[in-house]
């Protein structure tokens, strides 16, 4: 009896993990939302999706961040792992939203939009 080598499972398991999801199975992302002093850091991680597989997209004040699964990078079809949607509140300035992959995990940056809290002077034109 031949045993299965570990390269056979690394290049098999993807591939169980699609037909699970396929199949009405469902990845689910750990997704936490951490506030701080200059604004919201939406973290997700997904131990079993490679880093190329998440995706963030921005349409007005909607934030969705996704993973999609590709057998090899270069093929046209993939398959989603998952899906979550964000509306962002008016307070966030998604002019200046940054994501970064660290290790597993994405961390997507969204600041607090400036606010002049004080009066100032305004310059008088002259013409």
Do not use: C, W
């Not at 056979?8 to 993807?14: G, S, V, Y």
């Not at 970064?100 to 034109?125: C, W």
């Amino acid at each position: 009896m031949k045993l299965i080598t570990s390269k056979t499972i690394r290049e098999f398991a993807p591939q169980l993990d699609l037909l699970n999801t396929i199949g009405g199975g469902v990845a689910q992302p750990q997704v936490r939302l951490d506030k701080r002093e200059k604004g919201v850091i939406l973290r997700v991680a997904l131990p079993s999706a490679s880093p190329e597989s998440f995706h963030v997209a921005l349409h007005n004040q909607r934030l969705t961040v996704y993973g999609a699964y590709r057998h090899q990078p270069d093929d046209e079809l993939s398959a989603p792992l998952f899906v979550r949607v964000l509306d962002l509140p008016a307070n966030l300035d998604a002019a200046r939203i940054d994501a970064v992959q660290e290790g597993p995990e994405l961390r997507v940056r969204i600041p607090y939009k400036r606010l002049n809290d004080g009066p100032r002077e305004l310059d008088i034109r002259r013409d």
